[in-house]
């Protein structure tokens, strides 16, 4: 029987020759898939380097699942789903991020993983920006089952972190809006859960006060959400409500919100913000009267 050391399976690992491929395979065929997958997952939690967490999860994907065996069992599910927990929570946000990344080509509707979905969700929490992104970019991927997680965490306070300056576009606010977008548009989800969507947005740039501590980039990026991403007369008619808000930062929102309607209504509505009596609200209602009308 071949027996590799550790040291001796990550060298073949990282290999880019092709009798890498072979030597792996050939040692999966003789310890048998569950074997080969504990020893994969066990490179992939020693999580020495971020290259090594991709490649040793990659090889337990294209070496430990072949044709006979196309689908892990449930043992090493198990194993899978307990080594990706725990990579989440590493110290290094490196490895955190890499370990979020690589879950991308293992969620879906078809076969949804809770306690991952929990697991991303809570990442975007984290205090690297680089990981929050990760967590939210994999999460698009999960389909419609990760939505109420999602909608939930929106409404949390633990994930109002603000962001840490004007250059960073990124905070948990923004990117649990953005894996909601991303979901949206990748997968169909049912009427119930996007008009749920929607209820959420709006009531949260209606809650808005010009004290409220709320990041200006949060609130524009409410509006953006439900202008480009759910559009049409669904938001229309929500945001019809907020043409008067008292915040003018959500004023500005909900102008940039209908620059992405088509309907005549939505003009109607820019055409009144443009008379608004902050500026800041008039050049961006304007800003697209003037783009339709060129």
């Given at each position: 029987?071949?027996?590799?050391?550790?040291d001796e399976?990550?060298?073949?690992?990282l290999?880019?020759?092709?009798?890498?491929?072979?030597?792996?395979?050939?040692?999966?065929?003789e310890?048998?898939?569950?074997?080969?997958?504990?020893?994969?997952?066990?490179?992939?939690?020693?999580?020495?380097?971020?290259?090594?967490?991709?490649?040793?999860?990659?090889?337990?994907?294209?070496?430990?699942?072949?044709d006979?065996?196309?689908?892990?069992d449930?043992?090493?599910?198990?194993?899978w789903?307990?080594?990706?927990?725990?990579?989440?929570?590493?110290?290094?946000?490196?490895?955190?991020?890499?370990?979020?990344?690589?879950?991308q080509?293992?969620?879906?509707?078809?076969?949804?993983?809770?306690?991952?979905?929990l697991?991303?969700?809570?990442?975007?929490?984290?205090?690297?920006?680089?990981?929050?992104?990760?967590?939210?970019?994999?999460?698009?991927?999960?389909?419609?089952?990760?939505?109420?997680?999602?909608?939930?965490?929106?409404?949390?306070?633990?994930?109002?972190?603000?962001?840490?300056?004007?250059?960073?576009?990124?905070?948990?606010?923004?990117?649990?809006?953005c894996?909601?977008?991303?979901?949206?548009e990748?997968?169909?989800t049912n009427?119930?859960?996007?008009?749920?969507?929607?209820?959420?947005?709006?009531?949260?740039?209606?809650?808005?006060?010009?004290?409220?501590?709320?990041?200006?980039?949060?609130?524009?990026?409410?509006?953006?959400?439900?202008?480009?991403t759910?559009?049409?007369?669904?938001?229309l008619?929500?945001?019809?409500?907020?043409?008067?808000h008292?915040?003018?930062?959500?004023?500005?929102?909900?102008?940039h919100?209908l620059?992405?309607?088509?309907?005549?209504?939505a003009?109607?509505?820019?055409?009144?913000?443009?008379?608004?009596?902050v500026?800041?609200?008039?050049?961006?209602?304007?800003?697209?009267?003037?783009?339709?009308?060129?």
């Amino acid at each position: 029987m071949t027996s590799f050391s550790d040291d001796e399976l990550v060298a073949l690992v990282l290999r880019t020759d092709r009798e890498a491929p072979d030597k792996l395979l050939h040692y999966r065929q003789e310890v048998g898939q569950f074997v080969c997958v504990r020893k994969m997952l066990s490179l992939f939690e020693k999580a020495s380097s971020a290259e090594l967490c991709k490649e040793s999860w990659r090889t337990a994907l294209t070496i430990c699942l072949t044709d006979d065996e196309p689908e892990m069992d449930e043992a090493s599910s198990q194993l899978w789903t307990a080594a990706f927990l725990r990579a989440l929570q590493n110290e290094r946000p490196e490895i955190r991020k890499a370990s979020a990344l690589l879950l991308q080509d293992a969620l879906s509707d078809n076969d949804p993983n809770e306690q991952i979905i929990l697991a991303l969700v809570e990442g975007l929490t984290d205090k690297s920006e680089d990981v929050r992104w990760a967590c939210g970019d994999t999460l698009q991927f999960a389909g419609a089952t990760a939505l109420p997680y999602l909608l939930q965490a929106f409404m949390d306070e633990r994930y109002r972190r603000p962001h840490q300056n004007r250059e960073d576009r990124r905070s948990s606010v923004w990117d649990v809006l953005c894996a909601i977008d991303g979901l949206l548009e990748r997968s169909s989800t049912n009427p119930e859960g996007r008009r749920k969507y929607v209820e959420l947005v709006t009531g949260f740039l209606r809650e808005r006060s010009v004290d409220d501590g709320m990041d200006y980039l949060d609130i524009w990026k409410a509006g953006e959400t439900l202008g480009e991403t759910v559009g049409g007369r669904e938001a229309l008619k929500e945001l019809s409500t907020l043409i008067n808000h008292a915040d003018p930062r959500v004023r500005e929102s909900v102008a940039h919100a209908l620059s992405h309607i088509n309907e005549p209504q939505a003009r109607t509505l820019l055409r009144s913000l443009a008379d608004d009596p902050v500026e800041s609200v008039r050049l961006e209602a304007f800003k697209y009267l003037s783009k339709s009308s060129a």
